[in-house]
């Protein structure tokens, strides 16, 4: 855990910071040789276009070079982006987890990566502090940003750190990138939550997230002392609190927490306790996989720490990678090859209920495992496939020659694995951090990485970066992007007329039976309807308020598989 914790301060410090007078430089972006994503785009402020910023690193302030450079690189605050009518939204940090200060927001043609619009909010002129942390299309069909903004009221801790913050909603016109809404809360207001945003140091043991409940209503997520859920009303009045667990623990712990949402609006924690000072995991750590529904309902807690293996006194934990439901761990354990012990890089991955699908250890180009005493390899981007058993790993490696390389992976559920792709990046001062990894609602892959620019010469460095999404396709990495029967409904399947004020209409290519269900943006069921050999089905919707709903088509036969398609009332 001190091992994790260092880990992350230096990385930190090494993407927020860099020493006085080094040369200015203008970013170039990197390139792979003989090989072209389906696209490639490089997140830029273009009112910082040309521009530069002498750096003071002992102030905390960022590098701005050429527009590029102040974007907070790490994962741990990061937003996933949103896909909406064949765009990807993406919004970035300003600045770094401490001095947090606003957000940038860019819309991208999610097939072919053309920027479309660029939107956000600049507060690094102000000194109260805002971060965002969860971002959606709302049942208004908005883009809604949630986030924490600094209480003015309260004084920061002597280390700079803001451990008192109030809810803050944004809404946009997706279109268009325009602010439609801001709820601003009265920090006066005394009935008003007092939130704690996540704690820039994983040590320190504080995580929460905000995510929507119902319409203009909020659900806070919190891990301090106690494992807590609240519900905010737009006021950001409580107006319903869980208390899960207490930790109570034999001895002093530290508690890593990691929390995401699932594509079935359910709330994932995950809880990782580690004594102080004692590495004798067998005897003094827990991991918890705890699943929370939209109602605040405890689901299912499970301790995984047999199936992770974390009964080895030289078992580390390095990240964990989500998405829907499932859970990718990724680690180290000792092991003697010959006579040599030796650290190797094991990807473990569990279902949201804790039952674990498949361990895997990958091999190098060499035929020998990728080492994690080894900085050449990264610890890379673990991407759960949806339609096959599996998952696409994505390991950025700097290779004999003083490349670097980016190497994809994909299992097959058994513990097996075949290479896809051995890419060169063509400049040996491009270094790839992956951060992000996410499927196109084609099923197609797109890749979040920070490119470093970076010159180094012992404890110096001379060193600008990028945040770069590139997408990859389906079909050159042979992933499927939908099952036989699923393919067999969508790929002619009519839904007309949208936008829809009273009569929907599904038409089917052949003979349908399954279920029809209507859901709104949080996943709540508004209408179901079972259909028996039909070609062509109606559903009224005459009843249901203006806003952007799904339909969710579940075919039965056999196993139940279904796929969910938008439309919008009026």
């Known amino acids: 855990m001190i091992k994790y914790s260092l880990l992350f301060i230096l990385m930190n410090f090494l993407t927020i910071q860099s020493l006085d007078g080094q040369e200015k430089k203008i970013y170039e972006p990197f390139n792979f040789e003989n090989y072209i994503p389906i696209w490639k785009h490089t997140v830029i402020d273009t009112s910082l276009a040309g521009k530069f910023k002498e750096v003071n ?36 940090q300003f600045g770094s987890a401490i001095e947090s200060q606003g957000a940038f927001i860019q819309c991208l043609n999610s097939k072919t990566g053309e920027l479309i619009w660029e939107s956000g909010y600049d507060l690094r002129n102000i000194s109260q502090r805002e971060y965002p942390s969860y971002a959606y299309i709302n049942t208004s069909g908005q883009l809604e940003i949630l986030g924490y903004r600094e209480d003015s009221t309260v004084e920061p801790n002597p280390f700079g750190y803001w451990n008192h913050a109030k809810l803050t909603v944004r809404k946009y016109d997706p279109n268009t990138g325009e602010l439609v809404e801001r709820l601003i809360i009265n920090e006066e207001d005394s009935l008003t939550a007092d939130l704690w945003p996540t704690s820039p140091l994983l040590s320190l043991g504080v995580k929460s997230e905000i995510y929507p409940y119902s319409d203009n209503e909020y659900q806070y997520i919190i891990l301090s002392d106690t494992l807590k859920s609240f519900v905010l009303d737009s006021n950001s009045h409580i107006i319903d609190n869980v208390i899960y667990r207490n930790l109570i623990h ?51 807690e499970k301790d995984i720490r047999q199936d992770l293996k974390l009964t080895d006194n030289y078992t580390w934990l390095y990240n964990i990678f989500e998405n829907d439901d499932y859970i990718t761990f990724v680690g180290e354990k000792h092991v003697d090859i010959g006579d040599t012990t030796v650290p190797l ?15 895997i250890t990958l091999m190098d180009e060499n035929g020998d495992p990728y080492l994690y005493g080894n900085y050449n390899a990264r610890i890379g981007q673990v991407m759960k496939l949806k339609y096959e058993p599996g998952i696409l790993i994505f390991v950025s490696e700097l290779g004999a020659d003083g490349y670097n390389y980016l190497n994809i992976f994909k299992t097959d559920g058994n513990g097996d694995y075949t290479k896809l792709k051995h890419i060169k990046i063509t400049g040996k001062n491009h270094s790839l951090g992956l951060t992000g990894g996410y499927f196109t609602p084609e099923g197609d892959v797109v890749l979040k990485v920070l490119d470093f620019n970076t010159d180094f010469t012992d404890y110096t460095n001379s060193s600008i970066y990028a945040t770069v999404y590139m997408a990859f396709s389906a079909e050159d990495l042979n992933i499927k992007t939908d099952t036989d029967d699923e393919a067999l409904i969508y790929r002619n399947l009519k839904l007309y007329p949208n936008p829809v004020k009273q009569i929907l209409s599904i038409e089917f290519p052949d003979s349908f039976t399954g279920t029809l269900e209507i859901v709104d943006e949080l996943g709540r069921k508004l209408k179901i309807q079972k259909v028996q050999n039909k070609v062509t089905q109606i559903i009224d919707v005459s009843n249901i308020k203006s806003g952007r709903y799904f339909i969710n088509i579940m075919k039965d036969s056999g196993k139940t598989k279904y796929k969910t398609q938008s439309f919008v009332v009026e």
């Open 57 to 92: 690193y002992s102030t905390g302030d960022s590098i701005f070079y050429d527009g590029f450079s102040h974007f907070y690189g790490t994962d741990i605050f990061q937003v996933d982006p949103v896909f909406y009518n064949n765009t990807i939204i993406v919004i970035e």
């Open 250 to 300: 034999k001895y002093n712990v530290t508690v890593q927490t990691k929390m995401y949402r699932t594509s079935k609006k359910e709330n994932i924690v995950l809880m990782y306790y580690l004594a102080q000072g004692s590495y004798n995991f067998a005897d003094s750590s827990e991991f918890y996989i705890m699943k929370i529904d939209n109602d605040n309902n405890l689901l299912s």
């Open 345 to 359: 890089m094991i990807y473990t991955v569990f279902d949201s209920n804790g039952r674990k699908i498949e361990e």
